[in-house]
């Protein structure tokens, strides 16, 4: 006699709202079902399926801790904080990069110390960055400039665009000096940080920078930022 399970329809149970057989599924389910569940359930969005979320960050099973962290952060519930902030810890990068992400959408305050300290894990610190300039604290601000200074230019880049989506023109002043860093990505980044920053003292540099950047792609978003922050000033 076949001690195989029977097949479960989550992709059915899904597409009709069975919260509950989902949640069973979650809890009960072997490694190649409860994650996927985890993953319906954050697509539903569901607040019923929180506490069981939260639950399943202690299994042991990464697969499903990473989709249940990414399923808590599209539900956006605040019961699931500490218990994110508490996985930016796990032994797996992955996971990691998935409470960081979570954190970010979920934008609590609560977040920006622990993120802050995650800029220092190279695993994650791009998408700490990033979670910290989607929660916009200003405490944030002199940790995501230190780190324009970084010889990782994906880090440089996520720095940046944290500062712009942060908006704070305490940033202005290095982000016009990253203009001319010599990678593509930090120049292409600082360009539209400081285009949503929109402070027109960055209007100058960036004209310059446009007329000697020998990149079309780069020139051309240098103009659009200057284009972006005229704009504003007419609004």
Known sequence: MSNKRPEVDIERYESERKIKNLIKILIQGDDDTSWKAAQALGRIKSTEAVIPLIKALNYDNSDLKLNAASSLGKIGDERAMEPLIKLLKDEKWYVRIHAAEALGIISDNRAVEPLIDALDDKRIRNEAAMALGKIGDKKAIKHLIKAISNQDP??????????????????????????????????????????????????????????????????????????????????
Request: hydrophobic fraction near 45%; glycine fraction near 6%; charge should be negative.
């Open 154 to 235: 994906t880090f440089r880049s996520a720095a940046e665009e944290a500062l712009g989506l942060i908006g704070d023109e305490e940033a202005v002043p290095p982000l016009i000096k990253a203009l001319e860093n010599d990678d593509i990505s930090v120049r292409r980044h600082a360009a539209g940080a400081l285009a949503k920053i929109g402070d027109d003292k960055a209007l100058g540099p960036l004209k310059i920078a446009a007329l000697k950047d020998r990149r079309w792609y780069v020139r051309l978003q240098m103009e659009e930022a200057i284009t972006e922050i005229l704009s504003k000033k007419i609004e």
